[in-house]
């Protein structure tokens, strides 16, 4: 679904990221672990094609996609969520959700008439669609109110659900559980095995070790833009130096 080939990106003499390269398979779940500033909201930032890598290659779906415009990407089918919750204050919530379905607008509103009532369907389809993902995020009841007054929380779930009005194949996930208390947690964890079950990859960042832990099939490590370690969670959790460089000492033997 995605490799990386020797991915590297500057900023100016930093070194954000250097020589990554790993695979993430279609259907899985691959969560990118490693202290602040190890370049992992950089990595997602060169998948989602908002910053252009200085060396290395991504290829998506066997295509080579490096340095693609993020309009393209979210076309081919690349959704993403920002380590910064984005939502449109002003709108309500089920508004939200529909703007992520407009990259796959199919109507040309300035076609004439017979456009228009093919769009006004097409709104309606989206507005359904759009619904029906609120309900998936359990935020239905929230449908109509104005973005800018839900919780944290709910803010998080509703950049989920506008992720997956673009009906991505691989979601980029940048630390959403961030701010979510340990019931949301709980709640986001059953989503993402959910997102999972209905045939999407995901690609996440995430501190939080029980979400890691539970809905990963493989860990990705950075440090210091450097690929640590990659592997099964059993076995990043048993890693000596990822327990010196980011989980710990005590770890493995707290999420046992
Ligand atoms: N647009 C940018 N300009 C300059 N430096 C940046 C930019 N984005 C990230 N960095 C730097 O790159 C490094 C990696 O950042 P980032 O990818 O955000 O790390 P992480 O998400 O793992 O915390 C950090 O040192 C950060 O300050
Ligand atoms: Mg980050």
Redesign the pocket.
């Known amino acids: 679904m995605l490799n990386l080939n020797k991915v590297g990106?500057q900023?100016?003499g930093?070194v954000?990221?250097n020589d990554v390269s790993f695979n993430v398979e279609k259907g899985e779940i691959v969560s990118?672990i490693?202290?602040?500033?190890?370049?992992?909201?950089?990595?997602?930032?060169v998948v989602s094609g908002f910053?252009k890598p200085s060396f290395g290659t991504v290829h998506y779906k066997g295509k080579n996609i490096t340095g693609s415009d993020p309009h393209q990407l979210c076309k081919t089918g690349i959704g993403r969520t920002f380590?910064i919750a984005k939502v449109f204050k002003q709108m309500s919530v089920l508004e939200n959700v529909m703007v992520g379905y407009f990259p796959r607008f199919k109507s040309d509103i300035f076609q004439g008439i017979l456009q228009m009532k093919k769009a006004r369907k097409e709104l309606d389809e989206i507005r359904e669609i759009s619904y029906e993902l609120l309900r998936f995020v359990g935020l239905e009841k929230d449908a109509d109110t104005l973005s800018g007054n839900l919780p944290y929380g709910k803010i998080r779930l509703v950049e989920v659900a506008r992720a997956l009005a673009g009906d991505p194949d691989l979601l980029l996930l940048?630390?959403p559980a961030c701010g979510l208390n340990s019931s949301e947690v709980l709640q986001f964890i059953e989503i993402l095995k959910n997102i999972q079950a209905n045939g999407k990859t995901i690609l996440i960042?995430e501190h939080d070790m029980r979400l890691v832990m539970s809905v990963s099939q493989r860990l990705v490590v950075?440090k210091n833009?450097e690929l640590l370690a990659i592997g099964l969670p059993k076995e990043i959790k048993e890693n000596e130096e990822v327990i010196s460089a980011y989980l710990g000492k005590g770890f493995a033997y707290a999420t046992n």
């Open positions: 990106r900023f100016g930093l954000a990221l990118l490693g202290p602040n500033g190890a370049g992992k909201s950089t990595l997602l930032n910053i380590q940048d630390e960042v950075l833009g």
